[in-house]
């Protein structure tokens, strides 16, 4: 009896092993075509090994033949259960993986929504599907901004290109008539000019300005600015402007804190403040406040607000008002040239500083005009 289990376990081996080497060479010859033929030929595997081993079996007649063809019945209708759940599997993983080739093929060139993958695909496959999803999403939003900044882009060149050729256009002109003597204030005329050359200067220090904080920032020491400072300091220098304008200007501090500090570079948060505070001035009729509110959120942030008397800004421009080149003026060149507002980049300037010290900015409209919020985290305590 020894004996014959030994035999039965040597021809088992030896029939599994003939097997399994058949099978690997047609799997190898199989490798690149698809997967379903691979895996019919994974599933028929063991059974073709267990029908040799038995037919072996019957012919040493280790086992009566009534009991052979029970095992070889079982044996067939095992491998026919085994051929129709790996043919099923396959459709299953050969439809996944046409799903995942149509969306890799379409990932960089459609950025339409496709279709949620059905229940049939295996979970892998349908995991990788939505991977591939989430990133066309990601790209749809990258192309959206891309086609944001390359119009922002266009409308720059073209209004730099207006308010640059203006001015331009003044100074040929002013240099001419004194040239050819015909203008009899040359000392008006000089200072026309230096004016003129002073605004130009400004859109050219804008332009700098903003091509250096769209390119890598670069690492500067910061340190501890308190923004009510800086906002009583803002208020003092174009405490001037304002005057000259009809507007009062004024500081407000609801909280009493005076510990209303934020980590940054005062240079720069100045300038972004100076920004929101001269376009509230220039937008701000004759008579009108406009308010610096410095206060702490509930979150811990320090918020910085500039509250106008503009009337407000129409809904439709409240999601440009930051855009570059955007302006609120209907006409592009004010009939004031020294009270231009510029090539329209303060609020961009002024986002971009903000966003380089963590914080945001917006707007919002309010009573009688629109409130531009600063909003920036506090200096921490190991500061």
Known sequence: MNRDMVTILALTTLWTLVVAAIGGAILWQFRRRSLRITMIVVALAPMAAALAAVLQSVRAMFISEHDSWVVLWTLAFAALLGLGMSVLLGQWISTGSREVGRRLRHLGTSYEPSEVVGGAVPAELAALTEELE???RKLAASHERERALESSRRELVAFMSHDLRTPLAGLRAVSEGLEDGVVDDVPGALRQ???TVDRMTGLVDDLFELSRLSAAPVPRRRSA?????LAEDVVGENGEHARASGVRLAVSTPGGDDRLAVQGDPDELTRAVTNLVGNAIRHTEPGGTVMLTVDREPDGRVRLAVTDACGGIPADDL??????GWRGDEQRTPANATNSSGGGLGLAIARGVVESHDGT???ANV???CAFQIDLPPVSASN
Do not use: K, N, W
């Not at 600015?225 to 400072?229: C, D, G, K, M, Y």
């Open 225 to 229: 600015v308190s923004l009510r400072e």
């Open 367 to 369: 009573a009688g005009g």
């Open 193 to 195: 000019m230096r004016s």
């Open 361 to 363: 900015i917006g707007v």
């Open 134 to 136: 989430m990133t066309r």
């Open 319 to 324: 999601e440009r008002v930051f855009d570059v």
